[in-house]
């Protein structure tokens, strides 16, 4: 665990080959097709990353993000995932840190849409206290051609890059040198965590199949209370607020 948290302090981040069993991940991935499929459902907490399409003829979304998926299907907060993510959480950072807030982030099959270079603090309102860890879990065989995670490893003191939005509504992304950054395929139920400031990207998905993963998102308890003070719980407009 230690030589864990060193490399998470160091790098940004770090991977775990498997984070829970997949007995829970069939469990999760039905409740994440319920979700995917139940438009109204979900309405006011989905949108697409990749930015609205203006053809008319593809109504296919083709990076599905349904926000706090959790308010949704509340006995998801009792999986064991979230429970083990959360105790990672604390041993990287701290034992004040908590759930911030829930995710689910899918690839289409064949859309082959990038998920660009980006850093998750642009996204949040400036903290007093940064400590931050998010760990995406996947619920399929990730790799590179259907969308896994790349990292770009942290320097010291790195800042939070100028961001802007993708049109139509996408999301935040930086111009940035990704000639050192790694790729990291995992099996279903294996995770990385990377804190707010780690730049990270994932290629389109060109295979068959979908690409489904859920993010869960900790920082110190103050700070989720900071947060909600500033109106701020994570289920609004993409926008760089850092």
């Known amino acids: ?5 060193i490399k998470f302090i160091k ?33 006011h907490l989905r949108s697409d990353l990749a930015g609205a ?16 998926p959790s308010t949704l299907i509340p006995e998801m907060l009792e999986k064991s995932s979230y429970k083990k993510a959360e105790q990672w959480a604390k041993d990287l950072l701290g034992n004040d840190m908590e759930l911030d807030f829930d995710m689910m982030i899918n690839k289409a099959p064949y859309t082959n849409t990038p998920t660009p270079w980006h850093q998750d603090a642009a996204y949040w309102i400036a ?16 790799y590179e051609k259907n969308g896994c995670m790349w990292f770009i ?12 939005n993708l049109p ?13 950054a790694l790729s990291i395929p995992l099996n279903p139920g294996g995770c990385t965590f990377h804190d707010g400031f780690t730049l990270h ?3 389109g998905n060109t295979t068959e199949t979908q690409r489904r993963a859920l993010i869960l998102n900790f920082r110190p308890k103050k700070m989720i209370e900071f947060e909600r003070e500033q109106g701020v719980d994570h289920t609004g407009e993409r926008k760089q607020r850092n």
């Open 127 to 142: 903290m007093p206290d940064k400590r931050s860890a998010s760990c995406w879990i996947a619920l399929d065989e990730v």
């Open 153 to 164: 490893p942290k320097t010291t003191g790195i800042p939070i890059l100028p961001h802007k």
């Open 1 to 5: 665990m230690e030589t864990k948290r």
């Open 168 to 180: 139509n509504g996408g999301a935040l992304y930086c111009e940035t040198d990704s000639s050192q």
């Open 11 to 43: 790098d940004g981040f770090i991977k775990i080959d498997q984070l829970i069993t997949p007995e829970e991940v069939d469990s999760l991935g039905m409740i994440y097709d319920e979700l995917l499929q139940d438009k109204v459902k979900t309405a």
């Open 53 to 68: 399409d203006n053809n008319a003829d593809k109504k296919v979304e083709r990076i599905t993000q349904i926000m706090r």
């Open 201 to 203: 990207f994932s290629q």
